[in-house]
């Protein structure tokens, strides 16, 4: 009669003998050349004292030191492994972060998970900057010009949570004009002199609010509830007013939570509705994520930064002054595609003393035949400097009719000079120069133009060339390499601080794969790709 079999948790009680083959130490298994010895050399070098405040002096040390947790989260992003359950996999089974933790320990998903949400997001933006000036100091950074390109990813959110800042007005107006009016009863049946003003709203409702709930009380009002019920006039106008405040409270919070912006997902407050290019459906859906802006340097990334505007143009000036706070020294040029251009970031790089190589948005339009004979743009009419009008098509003068002010997004104020022409009436080709009624008008910024025509120029030197190539190679390289062969499309934490410091972790294992490249192919100290000549 056979025995039955049992099964255990502890696997080694089956009893089968296996010999030791593995040597006691890891060392060996390493090889001389993998990347995992580099990551270790260049992170060890670096200032941990902002990593170790976070920690209490008080209480049991933890479980792994901070500076290898470290390591291995960064390792890991290299690798393409972001979650925190297959990291503690990894720390199980690979041999390079068994080698990492050097005898320690593996840490579980939950030690993982807390270290990279907690202790290190105050210090992941000073250890990453810390790299760079190692990079620096090695030689391997050009500091002649820094390419910067920006990228939609995906926020950890439901894109159905979203928020609309005019569906919100449209609402609370609404809801407004009610209140007007009850308070308007309430005033002539209590005999009293409330008002709610636009401006305080949520204050004056509740000064009402605490009013009838006194006046319930002084009345000994008896509240029912249930079919059948009559309610009195207490409690009817206490009831209809906590409705009126409690949405008017959901609404602040709604405004609040919008920071100047047009629509915010209610999953992560942070995140913003826009348009992704990886749009499968092709229906021009909106999913809520973050500008990712990145600035490139001897195909190094040097700076990167979260941001929520849809457009780029808002995001050069402030990622300007935070890369140059923190790299602690400013690049002569700038090289960015036509999505930058703006009179404010062209007017702040003049200030600046930077050479702006930003590609006009009209680059390509002005290239096409189609463009060349369109008698209503502006760059195909005659300009006189000294008079200071334009020349139609027809032979008509516009001349400046006045000086308009106009305040950008984030405060600049421009000068536009409208022109108009003297007389289109009667004109044959009014049809195809304007679609007013009356005369033709010119809106000229001649600042922003003259800022133009300087970067235009600019880019098509033999140095604006090189930077031009190199930009699409470097910056959008980097990129696709993150988006595509890191297979990084969607964040996994939410939050602008916590999804921040997951684009630090990729960028910082990006710089080290690309150091380790630059090694093993002898490119090191290499800055640019050589333009091809043409035969």
Not at 157 to 162: E, I, L, P, R
Not at 376 to 394: F, I, L, P, Q, W
Not at 417 to 431: I, L
């Amino acid at each position: 009669m056979t025995s039955k079999l049992k099964y255990h948790k502890n696997y080694t009680e089956f009893g089968e003998p296996y010999q030791l083959v593995l040597p006691l130490s890891l060392e060996g298994l390493v090889p001389e050349d993998d990347s995992v010895r580099l990551l270790s050399h260049e992170l060890e070098g670096l200032d941990y004292s902002l990593l170790y405040k976070a920690y209490s002096a008080k209480g049991r040390n933890p479980a792994v030191d901070p500076k290898t947790m470290f390591k291995i989260l960064t390792y890991a992003y290299s690798q393409n492994i972001y979650s925190s359950r297959k990291i503690e996999t990894a720390c199980r089974r690979d041999i390079n972060f068994m080698w990492l933790l050097s005898g320690q320990k593996a840490p579980d998903h939950s030690t993982i998970a807390r270290f990279r949400t907690g202790f290190l997001a105050d210090a992941c933006e000073y250890l990453f900057y810390q790299m760079v000036r190692r990079l620096e100091q090695a030689d391997e950074l050009s500091k002649e010009t820094v390419f910067i390109d920006g990228t939609k990813l995906e926020a950890c959110a439901n894109k159905y949570t979203f928020v609309w800042k005019k569906s919100v007005g449209k609402w609370e107006e609404k809801m407004f004009r009610k209140i007007q009016d009850a308070v308007e009863l309430l005033n002539n049946e209590y005999m009293q002199g409330f008002s709610v003003n636009t401006e305080t709203r949520t204050q004056d409702l509740q000064k009402i609010f605490l009013f009838l709930g006194e006046r319930c009380q002084t009345d000994g009002t008896v509240f029912v509830h249930g079919c059948g019920k009559r309610k009195s006039r207490n409690q009817r106008y206490l009831e209809l007013f906590r409705r009126f405040l409690e949405r008017q409270t959901v609404y602040d919070w709604h405004t609040a939570s919008l920071q100047g912006r047009n629509n915010y997902c209610k999953t992560d407050p942070d995140a913003t509705f826009m348009h992704m290019k990886d749009d499968h459906m092709r229906n021009a859906q909106l999913k809520p994520g973050y500008n990712v802006q990145i600035a490139v340097d001897s195909e190094y990334i040097v700076a990167a930064d979260i941001f929520q505007d849809r457009k780029d143009v808002w995001t050069l000036v402030p990622f300007l002054k935070t890369m140059e706070e923190n790299l602690g020294f400013r690049y002569p040029s700038v090289t960015a595609d036509s999505g930058y251009e703006s009179e404010e970031g062209y007017t702040y790089l003049r200030k600046c003393g930077q050479t702006p190589y930003i590609k006009p948005q009209t680059y390509e339009k002005w290239k096409k035949r189609s463009f060349r004979q369109d008698i209503s743009k502006r760059e195909n009419m005659g300009y006189d400097e000294e008079a200071d009008t334009y020349t139609c098509h027809a032979g008509k003068l516009l001349s400046p009719l006045y000086i308009r002010r106009q305040k950008s997004k984030s405060g600049y104020e421009s000068e536009v000079t409208v022109y108009e022409c003297e007389d289109c009436s009667g004109c044959p080709y009014k049809e195809k120069c304007t679609k007013a009624r009356g005369n033709k008008k010119l809106y000229v910024s001649k600042s922003f133009l003259e800022k133009r025509q300087e970067s235009y120029d600019n880019i098509l030197s033999e140095t604006g060339i090189r930077n031009r190539m190199n930009r699409s190679i470097q910056v959008e390289g980097a990129f696709g390499v993150l988006k595509n062969d890191y297979e990084f499309q969607r964040f996994l934490l939410r939050g602008k601080t916590k999804v921040k410091l997951e684009i630090l972790l990729l960028c910082m294992g990006y710089n080290i794969n690309k150091l380790h490249s630059k090694i093993q192919k002898d490119r090191t100290g290499s800055y640019f790709f050589p333009v091809k000549e043409t035969a």
